[in-house]
């Protein structure tokens, strides 16, 4: 016959070996013993912000159990099997977060609750400013850090020139220097993380004038005629995409004060390239800049602007070239 029974905590089947082999040896008897996990490894509790955090769970019982997670911070993984857990825990996680682990098989279950402490690390800003800006054109710089989304962090302008803003949340930085405004300022801008860390970021602004590159002034104010916008991508390694707008389907007259130029100068004022402009007859045109000279030579890292000239209205944008 078959025998049951219960030694301690141990769940005990028992069955005929003739039962399980197929004849009668005589000998007695299989036992299976299942076994409640008990989980016996101890966590890491402290971790560093966008570190990987890995915890081996290790759980005795039999059968072997399978691992879950009752409460996780977002994010948080474990292997079913293995029982790994894996989380890299950015700025939004810094403090305390509570874990439940959960073991479990055919005989029972067990639990293990710890607290997980999570540390910051101090934000870094990881973009270049840009250093020029013109008079009366509008300047962009968006300031990125790499805590930038996660959490609480902010911008806030440590030293600014009246005429720049800055927003707290994107860290852009925009305005239009008039040309009283024209000569050196300083800028500086922190970034907070919103647990105590920060970082800074202060370099010198320098506004030249619209006057003189070829002693032409550059109007604010372009007619709806003609538009000259910004290229893209800026800043580029080989080639960049200029678009510019001209009047509706007007036609190209080479001949006299509605001809239309596009020129690319260096930052000291010097014709680099003068590029083609055809008649297509499109509200919005393109045209490719490969970063070379009028000799076909390429030119070197650096800022360079292009203008968009037609008799008395002239616009100028400022793009970069990095090799």
Known sequence: GDVNGNIGDELIIGAPWDDVCGYNMGRGYLYTVTIPPTIVSTPDTLCAEDSVYAYDVEANGNP??????????EGMTIDHISGLINWTPDNGDVGDTVVI??????????????????????????????????????Y??????????FGNTTYSGLVLPSWLSLDSLSGLLS????????????????????????DTQTYTLHIQ???????????????KTYMLFQNYPNPFHSSTVIRYSLSNNQLL????????????YDASGR??????????RTPITEIVWDGKDDSGEKVTSGVYFYTLESGDYSAIKKSILLR
């Open 253 to 264: 007259i080479t001949n006299n004060s509605k001809h239309v130029t596009l020129r690319i």
């Open 271 to 280: 014709l680099v390239r003068t590029l083609p402009i055809t008649d297509n």
């Open 64 to 73: 072997s159990p399978f691992f879950f997670l009752l409460v996780e911070p």
């Open 175 to 198: 305005g239009t220097p008039s040309g009283a405004n024209v000569g050196d300022t300083i800028v500086s801008v922190e970034v907070d993380d919103g647990n105590g860390g920060t």
């Open 140 to 149: 962009t710089y968006d300031v990125d850090s790499d805590d930038e989304g």
């Open 101 to 138: 682990v959960y073991a479990l098989n055919s005989a029972g279950f067990a639990t293990q609750e710890y607290t997980l402490h999570i540390t910051n690390l101090p934000p870094h800003i990881t973009s270049t400013p840009d250093t020029i800006a013109i008079e009366d054109s509008l």
């Open 209 to 223: 004038p619209a006057v003189g590159i070829k002693g032409t002034k550059f109007l604010s104010s372009i007619p």
